[in-house]
């Protein structure tokens, strides 16, 4: 079955860094990509959209210029989030658009805290 | 603004008791889909409805699609601790990107 591959699956860092999370299609070519993040006991919230070749769509409320998403490759959506705060210490989660009508594949998540 | 508002948002029951989870919004999707998370890890799908008064069946959980693709339940019969988990309803835009409910985590006591 489809496979999403995220990297890290936890990092620290010290606010005023930044920190990059990978997203990758295992075994199927991934043209859409969605980013999550989720706070402690809350739902997922949809963050942007990453389509390959092109900019990312954000959702409304998302700082574009804080969390950069490139989408290079068919295999390969990355997240960097500049210069994090404490804020920004989060779960994020990637998916892609998997074949078939309806299909999306998670990845396991990426524990962010910024100390 | 989160669109799909899921009913209880936390519900404790017993082993063995019923349960009924809901998932209402005023719009209209393309299709709905129930996951379910684990702490730490990423969801993971259980069904998939996509026709207005479509049931489904996963061995105790039963699903349900509004006839106007606007709403959902989940059924859970005779719940067991393994059933314990976030339970997230995710409505499809356009069969683009998918927006997920706010959530009902549920706790199952032997």
């Known amino acids: 079955g489809a496979v999403v591959s995220q990297h890290p699956s936890w990092v620290i860092c010290k606010s005023g860094t930044s920190v990059k999370i990978e997203c990758r299609s295992l075994d199927f070519q991934a043209t859409t990509m969605f980013w999550y993040r989720q706070f402690p006991k809350q739902s997922l919230m949809l963050m942007a959209t990453?389509?390959?070749?092109?900019?990312?769509?954000?959702e409304q409320g998302v700082e574009k210029d804080k969390f950069l998403i490139n989408h290079a490759s068919l295999t390969l959506s990355t997240l960097t989030v500049t210069s994090a705060h404490p804020e920004d210490s989060s779960f994020y989660i990637c998916?892609?658009?998997?074949?078939?009508?309806?299909?999306?594949?998670f990845g396991s998540g990426t524990r962010l805290t910024v100390v | 603004t989160q669109l799909l508002e899921q009913s209880p948002q936390f519900l404790s029951i017993q082993e063995g008791e019923n349960l009924t989870v809901y998932c209402n919004s005023s719009s209209v999707f393309s299709s709905l889909q129930w996951y379910r998370q684990e702490p730490g890890e990423g969801p993971v799908l259980l069904v998939t409805v996509v026709t207005g008064g479509e049931v489904k069946k996963l061995k105790r959980l039963t699903f349900q699609f509004g006839d106007a693709r606007k709403d959902s339940s989940l059924h859970i019969t005779a719940a067991q601790p393994g059933d314990t988990g976030l339970y997230l309803c995710a409505g499809s835009e356009g069969f683009q990107k998918l927006v997920f409910g706010t959530g009902t985590r549920l706790l199952v006591s032997p």
């Open positions: 990453s389509n390959e070749g092109s900019k990312a769509t954000y």
């Open positions: 998916s892609a658009r998997t074949q078939g009508l309806y299909g999306y594949t």
